[in-house]
């Protein structure tokens, strides 16, 4: 019948979207992995901003590596006490939901 062809189908199609979905997270663990043993920021932060506004977000590695770079940031524009810096520090690690950092706090206070 025509339903449960269409349930087949759906069916297919679902499993094919969770597939792409698991091959994808596994290329952007491997990509990231590689990106933070190498040190590689800028590589780093372009793979956290095609993470941004996904569920890749929870992703444990992801994450780790989205506080890794914001507390860094945060640190240097800390340091470099300049108020264009420490805005764009401050609005990176809100967009990596990053802003429990202690170093969140000390950029704010400034």
Excluded: Y
Excluded at 14 to 35: G, I, N, P, S
Excluded at 59 to 83: C, F, K, T, W
């Amino acid at each position: 019948t025509i339903v449960s062809r269409v349930r087949n189908w759906f069916h297919n199609v679902t499993e094919d979207a969770v597939d792409f979905t698991d091959e994808q997270m596994e290329k952007l663990q491997r990509d990231l992995d590689k990106a933070l043993m190498s040190h590689d920021n800028k590589r780093i932060n372009g793979l956290l901003d095609s993470c941004l506004g996904s569920a890749m977000m929870t992703n444990r590695l992801v994450h780790g590596a989205a506080l890794q770079m914001a507390s860094r940031q945060l640190s240097e524009a800390i340091e470099s006490d300049d108020p264009i810096r420490l805005k764009g520090a401050l609005v990176a690690a809100k967009r990596l939901k990053a802003d429990d950092l202690p170093e969140f706090q000390v950029a704010v206070q400034r």
